[in-house]
């Protein structure tokens, strides 16, 4: 299987700012969408931004202007710029990569990260 290490989170005073990572080591990373994903305790899972190897991206409304998200194919890397964090964005972010070259409802045959935790503090 592919995996997938997400890295960067911790614990940030709002309005500040995070890099969350993720690294991979596999071949067919280039070809695939990745995204991030994130979820609070209680909350279903929700889209956070989306990337495809040509750097497409697509964003949830409540992190736009405030979140970038980039790749770097030479790496086999994600990352998500986080900016001006609320408490809201608390949660714990998942790294996942698609298994077509573009995005949509994570299927069953994508696979996803272990999480890293972000916590914002008010």
């Known amino acids: 299987q592919v995996q997938l290490v997400e890295s960067g989170g911790g614990l940030v005073q709002a309005g500040g700012s995070l890099r969350l990572s993720c690294a991979t080591s596999?071949?067919?990373?280039?070809?695939?969408?990745m995204g991030w994903y994130r979820q609070a305790p209680g909350k279903q899972r929700e889209l956070v931004a989306d990337?495809?190897?040509?750097?497409?991206?697509n964003y949830a409304d409540s992190v736009k202007g405030r979140f970038t998200v980039s790749r770097d194919n030479a790496k086999n890397t994600m990352y998500l710029q986080m900016n001006d964090l609320r408490p809201e964005d608390t949660a714990s972010y998942y790294c996942?990569?698609?298994?077509?070259?573009?995005?949509?409802?994570?299927?069953?045959?994508?696979?996803w990260g272990q999480g890293t935790q972000v916590t914002v503090s008010s």
């Open positions: 996942l990569i698609y298994a077509s070259s573009w995005f949509g409802k994570p299927t069953g045959n994508d696979q």
């Open positions: 596999t071949a067919v990373f280039s070809h695939n969408a």
């Open positions: 990337i495809t190897a040509s750097d497409y991206t």
